[in-house]
């Protein structure tokens, strides 16, 4: 199983941006698909997006569509980034980066099989 590290969260003001990225070890993002998920607290964790790296295929939840943008590094099959834009207090919660080894571009948690440790962003309005 590849390991998955996120990084890039932090505080930004309400309209700001922030990048986040999840870099693999112990193995490559060609054979997977890659997708962000968010957790708050006493909450279930939430789709955000996910991107199918054979094809670059790319899906969204509703609550970010227009406002994040998911995207690989060709470069180096190693490292998918989510560019936040348009941020908003709601934003707020706990990022995790997840793989799925089948390539569906699920939205479920169960979807997906190895999981980063999670990065904070938090939002000030």
């Known amino acids: 199983q590849v390991q998955l590290v996120e990084s890039g969260g932090g505080l930004v003001q309400a309209g700001g941006s922030l990048r986040l990225s999840c870099v693999a070890s112990?193995?490559?993002?060609?054979?997977?698909?890659i997708g962000w998920f968010r957790q708050v607290p006493g909450k279930e964790r939430e789709f955000v997006a996910a991107i199918r790296w054979s094809d670059g295929r790319t899906f969204y939840s509703d609550s970010v569509k227009g406002r994040f943008t998911i995207s690989r590094n060709n470069a180096k099959n190693t490292v998918v980034y989510v560019q936040m834009d348009i941020l908003k207090p709601e934003d707020t919660a706990v990022y995790y980066c997840a793989a799925d080894p089948q390539r569906r571009l699920g939205v479920r948690v169960y979807d997906y099989d190895s999981w980063g440790q999670g990065t904070q962003v938090t939002v000030s309005s």
């Open positions: 112990g193995g490559t993002f060609g054979d997977y698909t």
